[in-house]
Antibody, heavy 116, light 111 residues
Framework: EVQLVESGGGLVQPGGSLRLSCAAS????????MSWVRQAPGKGLEWVAN????????YYLDSVKGRFTISRDNAKNSLFLQMSSLRAEDTALYYC?????????WGQGTLVTVSS | DIVMTQTPLSLSVTPGQPASISCKSS???????????LYWHLQKPGQSPQLLIY???SRFSGVPDRFSGSGSGTDFTLKISRVEAEDVGVYYC????????FGLGTRLEIK
């Protein structure tokens, strides 16, 4: 069974940093693109970033370029999102999803709140 | 960025009746590999999104056959042949032909 479990969310002040993690199991992690998708409270879904199987290609939403970094550790079946210079508008539930085009497998999300 | 426009934004349906949601993209979703990466997700209350349809018309594993997708180019439709109470939630179309973008969502409620 495919499982994606996010962690690392929390309350952070504007300008602060946070690192999200996603632990994957139930599939061969190293053979799939992976994505982060977020959902602001009461709002719709927004793709944030994705990363190729070997980490050689990474793509970002324009509004997070230069502030967020997606990475992965295939030996540990883990996906990461390093977030810095956080803004209030980054407040959201962050989902890890299998595939570069988020499809059939999503985690339960981890909540990031940016507030002073 | 490709803009995905869904209509209607909400609909109220009597159980057993059909429902239809339209999704239009600002650019063609036909990829150079010949596939059209148009997806439909359902987010039930308090849950993560779940995939219903991928590549316009293919049902994901376990999705009931009352859900169907159609369309091409820039115009796409999700149809539910007979709505059931468990179908309530927000339906999102998503394109994956370019950097992924989602529609604003269509909220389905039961009358």
């Amino acid at each position: 069974e495919v499982q994606l479990v996010e962690s690392g969310g929390g309350l952070v002040q504007p300008g602060g940093s946070l690192r999200l993690s996603c632990a994957a199991s139930g599939f061969t992690f190293s053979t799939y693109w992976m994505s982060w998708v977020r959902q602001a409270p009461g709002k719709g879904l927004e793709w944030v970033a994705n990363i190729k199987q070997d980490g050689s290609d990474k793509y970002y939403l324009d509004s997070v370029k230069g502030r967020f970094t997606i990475s992965r550790d295939n030996a540990k079946n883990s996906l990461f999102l390093q977030m810095s210079s956080l803004r209030a508008e980054d407040t959201a539930l962050y989902y890890c999803a299998r595939d570069g085009r988020p499809g059939g497998y999503w985690g339960q999300g981890t909540l990031v709140t940016v507030s002073s | 960025d490709i803009v995905m426009t869904q209509t209607p934004l909400s609909l109220s349906v009597t159980p057993g009746q059909p429902a239809s949601i339209s999704c239009k993209s600002s650019q063609s979703l036909l990829h150079s590999d010949g596939k059209t990466y148009l997806y439909w997700h359902l987010q039930k209350p308090g849950q993560s999104p779940q995939l219903l349809i991928y590549e316009v018309s293919s049902r994901f594993s376990g999705v009931p056959d009352r859900f169907s997708g159609s369309g091409s180019g820039t115009d796409f439709t999700l149809k539910i042949s007979r709505v059931e109470a468990e179908d309530v939630g927000v339906y999102y179309c998503m394109q994956g032909t370019h950097f992924p973008t989602f529609g604003l969502g269509t909220r389905l409620e039961i009358k």
